[in-house]
T-cell receptor, first 112, second 112 residues
Framework: AQTVTQSQPEMSVQEAETVTLSCTYD???????LFWYKQPPSRQMILVIRQEAYKQQNATENRFSVNFQKAAKSFSLKISDSQLGDAAMYFC?????????FGSGTKLNVKP | DGGITQSPKYLFRKEGQNVTLSCEQNLNHDAMYWYRQDPGQGLRLIYYSQIVNDFQKGDIAEGYSVSREKKESFPLTVTSAQKNPTAFYLCASSIFSGVEQYFGPGTRLTVT
């Protein structure tokens, strides 16, 4: 069965510092996508970044980047120069067979 | 502007009543999804639809029903058979299955 695991229920980072959120997944597929979503207090789910498994290069979107380790089935999110607006729940997600599998989420606190 | 709308934002119902949550998208996406989110939890899939006039049960479909008569619309009915209906409901769509999903703002349903 497909599973997505986020082992850090909550993390804190100082403003302007860097933080890495972890995610592991389980799949037997060879080609797939991986996603990180952000859910701020408004509860709107916002797509942060996407990684295509067949691409060896790690995806980057401004201050957000991923460390994708396909063999280890690991997909971590790095947030550089953290800002107060980054405070939110972050969910890792993996689509398979017409469904999306979400992790349980990591709550990120940003300290001024 | 293209996007997904959910209405209303807050909904209150008495126990024993059926209630329908609206989800409309103008992104021309084929696939649509309904998720339930309980406090401090991740997202759980209720129903999904890959094409008009077709839909499949997700992981927690009991007590819910859907229809997909138009590409743009995917309403969710929470029936009186749903034992714990109070939750936050999110609708999402994607151009087709297996790629990034885009989410509506959600509906907070409270049943007393």
């Amino acid at each position: 069965a497909q599973t997505v695991t986020q082992s850090q229920p909550e993390m804190s980072v100082q403003e302007a510092e860097t933080v890495t959120l972890s995610c592991t997944y389980d799949t037997s597929e060879s080609d797939y996508y991986l996603f990180w979503y952000k859910q701020p207090p408004s509860r709107q789910m916002i797509l942060v970044i996407r990684q295509e498994a067949y691409k060896q290069q790690n995806a980057t979107e401004n201050r957000f980047s991923v460390n994708f380790q396909k063999a280890a089935k690991s997909f971590s999110l790095k947030i550089s120069d953290s800002q107060l607006g980054d405070a939110a729940m972050y969910f890792c997600a993996y689509p398979s067979f017409n469904k999306f599998y979400f992790g349980s989420g990591t709550k990120l606190n940003v300290k001024p | 502007d293209g996007g997904i709308t959910q209405s209303p934002k807050y909904l209150f119902r008495k126990e024993g009543q059926n209630v329908t949550l609206s989800c409309e998208q103008n992104l021309n996406h084929d696939a649509m999804y309904w998720y339930r989110q309980d406090p401090g939890q991740g997202l759980r899939l209720i129903y999904y639809s890959q094409i008009v006039n077709d839909f499949q049960k997700g992981d927690i479909a009991e007590g819910y029903s859907v229809s997909r008569e138009k590409k743009e619309s995917f309403p969710l009915t929470v029936t009186s058979a749903q034992k714990n209906p109070t939750a936050f409901y999110l609708c999402a769509s994607s151009i087709f299955s297996g790629v990034e999903q885009y989410f509506g703002p959600g509906t907070r349903l409270t049943v007393t």
